[in-house]
């Protein structure tokens, strides 16, 4: 059994590196447009803020919205803190901080 996961695993590992590798080995002289550049660097941003919003604005289906909501309360925190320090550390040990807090306290 152990031989098959370890061939299951080498299998998957050499897959997932392929998969990453030969389209920089075809493509690696190849110009990418600016606008193309442009759009692909900002889409991870665009896919966590997506994502984070669904987390932090929707409850069982529903949008939850109001200031009951911690999770609100938090964004405007992390907003606040990253706008006036300009320091992730300081921005996400902040805003974890408060909702710990507002967790536990209320």
């Known amino acids: 059994m152990t031989n098959n996961l370890i ?3 080498a299998a998957s590992a ?3 590196y392929l998969i990453r590798y030969l389209p920089l080995l075809v ?3 190849v110009n ?3 606008a193309l550049n442009k759009f692909l660097h900002n889409l991870p941003v ?3 803020a997506a994502l ?3 987390f932090i604005f929707l409850k069982e289906g529903q ?3 109001g200031l009951d909501n911690f999770y609100v309360i938090g964004l405007f925190a992390c907003i606040f803190l990253a706008l006036k320090t300009k320091n992730l550390a300081i921005t996400v040990f902040g805003s974890i901080s408060l909702l710990f807090f507002l967790n536990y306290f209320f």
Request: charged share 5%.
């Open 32 to 34: 990418i447009p600016r």
């Open 46 to 48: 665009a896919i966590l």
């Open 7 to 9: 061939i299951i695993f």
């Open 27 to 29: 493509l690696h002289n």
């Open 14 to 16: 050499a897959i997932v």
């Open 52 to 54: 984070a919003f669904q």
């Open 63 to 65: 949008l939850h919205h």
